[in-house]
């Protein structure tokens, strides 16, 4: 089994600044792809940023130069740097692996319960 665990989610004000975390636990053979989604009240659930294991990152057009995804992957954790943020990014913020738990495996993706970010005006 595979757990994914964040954290970082809270109350900020416009402009202020988060971190949010993502811990992948358990039967891991190898981590692929990694993502941050979110998914805002009455509106369907959105990329907002990815990075493979490459290191290569892909960003949505309403976060670029203010969000900055990375991983470790020596501890199979994967951030997310929000800065300068804005009330249109509080949604429940999800994160998605693809990974394969042992060698001969194919992927399989997992889904984290999803943290809170709330940005007031």
């Known amino acids: 089994q595979v757990q994914l665990v964040e954290s970082g989610g809270g109350l900020v004000q416009t402009g202020g600044s988060l971190r949010l975390s993502c811990a992948a636990s358990?039967?891991?053979?190898?981590?692929?792809?990694m993502a941050w989604y979110r998914q805002a009240p009455g509106k369907e659930r959105e990329l907002v940023a990815g990075?493979?294991?490459?290191?290569?990152?892909n960003y949505a057009d309403s976060v670029k130069g203010r969000f900055t995804i990375s991983r470790d992957n020596s501890k199979n954790t994967m951030y997310l740097q929000m800065n300068t943020l804005k009330p249109e990014d509080t949604a429940v913020y999800y994160c998605?692996?693809?990974?394969?738990?042992?060698?001969?495996?194919?992927?399989?993706?997992?889904w984290g319960q999803g943290t809170q970010v709330t940005v007031s005006s």
């Open positions: 990075i493979l294991s490459s290191g290569s990152t």
């Open positions: 998605h692996v693809l990974l394969s738990p042992s060698m001969s495996s194919p992927l399989y993706e997992y």
């Open positions: 358990g039967s891991i053979f190898s981590l692929n792809a």
